[in-house]
């Protein structure tokens, strides 16, 4: 009989293995364990070196880019949006989840816009980070530089994520 306590770490332990991508990924080649007499086996070869898979946003980052334009426009259009502490809840949502990521846009229903510390942009935003599908814009605030996560969807930029960020200054 395996225990509770047992059952919840075993699983817990899965569930760490498969969000760090050390669990195993699924084969869509027959799974045998290959012939006897060492000739080839059917199963896919691994991912090459280098190879990304999509991570918890949903993009598959594969190659560095150039800054897109569109990019810092839509995270400067979101910030504008939330940087709204004044707004009632229901208009300040309405302006900033349709330029969120589906998962983004849910966990904004918990904010309370008077806790948002900005108020405005100060100036343009900048590119931090770019991969094809996914970019990291810098934009300032009244409030301190912020960090937006934007990540294609289709022919438009999405924000993923908004946060501080980290080191203090401009670029």
């Known amino acids: 009989m395996i225990r509770p306590a047992t059952a919840s770490r075993a699983i817990a332990g899965v569930a760490v293995l498969l969000v760090t991508g050390c669990g195993a990924r699924p084969s869509t080649a027959p799974s045998d364990p290959g012939p006897p007499n060492g000739a080839p086996s059917t199963m896919l070869a691994p991912p090459a070196t280098g190879a990304l898979a999509a991570d918890l946003d949903g993009a598959v980052p594969d190659a560095p880019a150039s800054p897109d334009p569109a990019a810092v426009a839509a995270a400067t259009r979101f910030v504008r ?13 309405a302006g900033v989840q349709p330029l969120a990521i589906p998962a983004y846009a849910e966990l904004l229903t918990t904010v309370n816009p008077a806790n948002v510390p900005a108020s405005r942009v100060t100036g343009p ?4 980070s770019a991969l094809t599908a996914r970019m990291v814009v810098d934009i300032p605030t009244d409030a301190g530089v912020l960090r937006v996560t934007v990540v294609r969807s289709g022919h438009r930029w999405l924000v993923a994520t908004i946060g501080r960020r980290e080191e203090a ?3």
């Open 125 to 128: 935003g900048w590119v931090s």
């Open 169 to 171: 200054g401009a670029r």
């Open 81 to 93: 949006a939330w940087a709204r502490p004044g707004l009632p809840a229901d208009r300040w949502l």
